[in-house]
DNA sequence: GCGCAGGTAGTAGAGATGTACTATGCGCCG
DNA sequence: CGGCGCATAGTACATCTCTACTACCTGCGC
């Protein structure tokens, strides 16, 4: 609980690749305002390491097996954690960077990001401010504009990228052929497209329904 | 020319990330049988770096702004260049696997991978045989069981993926509405999917056709 | 020269999709 | 309670898609 330097920022790296965290350690152990605190591989990990270490910003992947940098963030807001997030991924889709900001991200940084603006963007954080790179803010816009699809959409949506004709969907959703062309044309008219087929590219694109690898 | 010591394996890393750079230098800096010559932010750096360097092994990231890995590679096979390379990339669609072998890559490697299997790699490698984890390999075989899409199923595809119908597409490409149709049912075929909204998920899943962000 | 792959074009018909409405029941929130 | 969003269900019609064929031309390799 206690601090040995109030103006040295403490920081968690979350992520489950070997050599990010070792860049990371690598691009910030030089600096002598920031101090590594240590590394976490899981979001369950990072969970309990917070709990323990007590660092002020934690750098967090978004796409980790097991627990996502999402649910990470989460829990992070249940547990009232101290800590504030930084989001640091390789991906930027509308949908993620949405969800990253919804639940409490106060930062976003692609990994392509320099050393210079990573330690700005931890120093503006840990100040207390939001930092957002200009490119992520207005993808971020994008993404408010346009309404959420519903539940049933995505579902119906999923279902579409596998194949299914509407009939097929709505046996297998025990609902009626006419409802889901009903939610068809919801999904059609939000995600603004002609027709189902570019509706899962742009579902795709912007990070709306996953393709399993 | 003249390499201070044989036994060491000189490495040239390629990757526009700076943590990425960072993470491997840092990971490989402190094995004695390997020395990192330097790293280049883009493929067009990476080749004049390795005329000047003569690398044994080029670490080679696949998405990089400029030449794309697969180019690189291209490239290198054309000046005949001795280093051999690895690929190392987040991503791994059956696709971009699939380029990287046929244009002479001798490894394959995810970033999650650990220290140690890097090191190995990048010894297999050396040696002269190739290095390709049963996951990658098996991705590999599925990707060779099918059948290529011509350059025109291809632009068909991304035509498709756009929410183009048969009709707009043969405007667009000045052939009739038919021959649109003909090429679709063998796009249809070779992904071995029931429509045209399924052959767009598949192609995205496998990187046939890319999603621009 | 012949076969083969690829690109082109056509026909006919069954079925799926998209559009444009109306309408009901449920649960939530102010 | 009233309004609203959501899920449900329906009808009718125009259009698009998919299937299953046949057919011709070109370029390439054996």
Redesign the interface.
Same mark, same amino acid.
């Given at each position: 609980m206690n601090r040995p330097d109030k103006r040295v920022t403490r920081i968690l790296i979350v992520d %489950?690749?070997?050599?990010? =965290? /070792?860049? @990371?350690? +690598? &691009?910030l152990a030089t600096h002598p305002e920031v101090s590594v605190m240590g590394s976490a591989s899981s979001g369950e990990e990072a969970l309990a390491r917070m709990e323990e270490d007590m660092p002020d910003i934690v750098l967090l992947d978004l796409r980790m097996p097991g627990m996502t940098g999402i649910d990470v963030l989460h829990a992070m807001r249940q547990r009232k954690a101290s800590a504030r997030a930084i989001i640091l991924t +390789?991906f930027?889709?509308d949908e993620n960077i949405y969800r990253a900001i919804q639940v409490g991200a106060q930062g976003y940084l692609l $990994? %392509? *990001? +320099? =050393?210079r603006e &990573?330690l700005q963007a931890i120093a503006t954080v840990h100040a207390g401010r939001k930092y957002i790179p200009a490119q992520i803010a207005a993808r971020l816009a994008e993404r408010m504009m346009r309404s959420s699809l519903t539940a049933r959409e995505l579902e119906i949506l999923n279902m @579409? +990228? $596998?194949?299914l *004709?509407n009939k097929q969907t709505g046996k297998a959703l025990k609902i009626s052929e006419n409802t889901v062309r009903n939610h068809v044309n919801s999904i059609l008219e939000k995600l603004e497209? /002609? %027709?189902? *087929?570019?509706?899962? *590219?742009v579902a795709? =694109?912007q990070g709306i329904i996953q393709?399993?690898?």
């Open positions: %489950d690749h070997p050599v990010i =965290q /070792a860049g @990371l350690v +690598s &691009m +390789s930027e889709t $990994k %392509d *990001t +320099s =050393q &990573m @579409l +990228s $596998k194949g *004709t497209v /002609a %027709d189902r *087929t570019e509706a899962v *590219t795709i =694109q393709v399993a690898g």
